[in-house]
């Protein structure tokens, strides 16, 4: 059972950057480890559903992400640490969520949160105006 564990949201103006990270533990059923599989970032306002934010695949070479953070948002990974990373930057008022990590089923990242089967407690990131 894989374990997801986020950290680094908080209170920001607009205009600020904020870095979460996302730490897993543990094993999948069939014994993967991090380095096999995709990871994903998602968030969810208060009264909305969760939505895509930034996916990775396994290698860290392949990255998406949805079109309101394009050029301002950055995903990262480091399988080493077992650790995925969401640099914030340019953050706006919208942005305010609670941000999830996620665990894709397959090594390539989805925007798709069906394809997510491990999801994080999530951290709240506050943007005041």
């Known amino acids: 059972q894989v374990q997801l564990a986020e950290s680094g949201g908080g209170l920001v103006q607009a205009g600020g950057s904020l870095r979460l990270s996302c730490a897993a533990s543990?094993?999948?059923?069939?014994?993967?480890?991090?380095?096999?599989?995709?990871m994903g970032w998602f968030r969810q306002a208060p009264g909305k559903d969760r939505e895509f934010v930034a996916a990775?695949?396994?290698?860290?070479?392949?990255?998406l992400y949805t079109d309101s953070v394009k050029g301002r948002f950055t995903i990262s990974r480091d399988n080493a640490k077992n650790t995925v990373y969401l640099q914030m930057n340019s953050l706006k008022p919208e942005d305010t969520a609670v941000y999830y990590c996620?665990?894709?089923?397959?090594?390539?990242?989805?925007?798709?949160?069906?394809?997510?089967?491990?999801w994080g407690q999530g951290t709240q990131v506050t943007v005041s105006s």
């Open positions: 543990g094993r999948t059923a069939s014994g993967s480890t991090f380095s096999s599989y995709g």
């Open positions: 990775i695949d396994r290698s860290g070479g392949i990255t």
């Open positions: 996620g665990k894709d089923q397959h090594a390539t990242g989805s925007s798709s949160v069906g394809r997510y089967d491990s």
